[in-house]
């Protein structure tokens, strides 16, 4: 019985999220309601629930600030980057389609976080006329069937570095509610995401085909060492930068790789202005991780322990 | 902060920089709302310490092989919860009080739960609800979650891969 309440606040939130009966702020106010019993059978004897409730509230909404902060500054960063057109339709090929998925998208993800990477690898593969809504008209190709399953299971290749998306809130909570130094893990993480990264390849390399795009032989070849690029810088940079700018540094360069071979800058000018926000960010973010001891306000224990 | 000065600095190039970047605060507030209350459930869990409670069960129900079961729960806690922060904030306790109770490397578990959950937070529901209403022609997301089966097998494949070389 008493398992059963503890286990109680988890079930309720994954049964409500998991059948889309409530969204996360819903799903979450259950799941809360639940922790009071839960928290009640669980504290230590002597231990006051309304002592303890307004602590973990007060600690919990201070621990909150920091990946809110990120998310909303990532959202900052996309409006101030983004233009207003679409990505030009242009015709589907092998390149192209690995370039805008897997590494553009994964820069995306890693700079803003908030699956922005996905939304625009699905808008520049219609773009390409994969999973489109014109389903063959005015001459355009058949679409295979469940072209648009495919479009979206593409463009979700995207977010394969979330705990680096949106440089890492995410992980840098885990890594306080854990005890453990959030370089630590995310170090720990980077060795299995680096190997999901190389084996991708063969399941991008299938839905490519479903999309009536096969890649051929040499592409292959080409794409994985790309894949072993970034599995490789994404190591390295955990290993000797702030793990919050590793999926920037392990995406960046291998995308620029991948837009070079798709679609070759006419004007080099003009792409690295398109780029320089990006770059002034990374910079920027590096040179503020050099400022050690900068001013903080950290009140609690596990806030100052584990940067 | 260096995300914020940067993004205002940028935003300040462009004539319509304040609506922009209402817009964008906008947008950010109900997510920001949800991540509070994913923390603040996880604090309680932790601190009152149900988490450990359900981590020490777990581990005596399943035995030696309690930490192969970090990776799928990881997965499936990302996609549930939709993000990164929502799986660590609900399982992030759960899942390092496993690994602390199963003797693992105090790293060991928090990191494999982060990129199993990360995995998961890019196919989740929420993620998928998104894309199939950008796509808006009937695709459902069973049909994409079918596609992407093998890249969840590599997920938990190489987590518990990780369990059995790093434990």
């Known amino acids: ?307 | 902060m260096v995300l914020w000065l940067v993004s205002a600095a940028l935003l300040l190039r462009h004539r319509d920089g304040g609506p922009r970047a209402g817009a964008a605060l906008r947008r950010a507030l109900r997510p920001a709302l949800a991540m509070l209350l994913y923390v603040v459930l996880g604090r309680v869990l932790a601190g009152s310490g149900a988490a450990a409670a359900l981590a020490a069960a777990a581990v005596a129900g399943l035995g030696p092989l309690a930490p192969y079961a970090i990776t799928p729960m990881g997965l499936l806690s990302g996609m549930i919860t939709g993000s990164n922060v929502g799986s660590n904030a609900a399982l992030m306790p759960v899942q390092a009080g496993l690994g602390q109770a199963a003797g693992l490397p105090a790293a060991l578990a928090p990191g494999l739960h982060n990129f199993a959950g990360g995995a998961g937070a890019g196919m989740s529901v929420g993620v998928l609800a998104l894309i199939c209403g950008l796509l808006a022609d009937g695709t459902r997301p069973g049909q994409i979650w079918r596609l992407l089966l093998p890249s969840m097998a590599l997920v938990v494949g190489l987590g518990s891969l990780a369990v059995w070389l790093l434990r």
């Open chain 1, 1 to 307: 019985m008493t398992l059963l309440l503890q286990a109680l606040p988890l079930l309720l939130l994954l049964l409500l999220l998991g059948s889309g009966r409530a969204g996360p702020v819903g799903a979450c106010l259950v799941a809360l309601v639940a922790a009071v019993p839960a928290a009640l059978v669980s504290l230590p004897a002597g231990t006051a629930l309304p002592g303890f409730l307004a602590m973990e509230v007060l600690r919990g909404a201070f621990l909150a600030l920091q990946p809110v902060a990120v998310v909303a500054g990532g959202l900052l960063f996309h409006a101030a980057v983004s233009g207003d057109g679409a990505p030009a339709p242009r015709p589907a090929t092998a390149a192209r389609v690995f370039a805008v998925t897997l590494p553009m998208g994964a820069f995306l993800e890693s700079v803003t976080g908030f699956a922005v990477g996905a939304v625009f690898a699905l808008t520049a593969l219609r773009g390409m006329g994969i999973g489109a809504d014109d389903h063959g008209r005015d001459g355009a190709r058949p679409h295979p069937p469940g072209s648009g399953a495919v479009a979206g299971a593409l463009a979700l290749q995207a977010l394969v570095l979330v705990p680096w998306g949106g440089l890492g809130p995410g992980t840098a909570l885990g890594a306080v509610l854990a005890g453990v130094p959030a370089q630590q893990v995310a170090m720990v993480a980077a060795w299995p995401n680096a190997a999901w990264l190389v084996l991708m390849g063969p399941v991008l390399w299938g839905l490519s085909a479903r999309a009536g795009v096969p890649v051929a032989g040499r592409e292959r070849a080409v794409q994985l060492a790309m894949l072993g690029s970034m599995a490789t810088l994404l190591i390295l940079a955990n290993l000797t930068l702030p793990f919050e700018v590793a999926g920037i540094l392990a995406s960046g360069p291998v995308l620029v790789w991948a837009l070079w071979r798709a679609d070759p800058p006419r004007d080099l000018v003009a792409a690295l202005g398109a780029a320089a926000p990006y770059l002034l960010l990374t910079a920027c973010l590096l040179l503020a991780r050099l400022w050690r001891d900068a001013p903080a306000f950290r009140p609690f224990a596990e806030s100052r322990a584990c940067r």
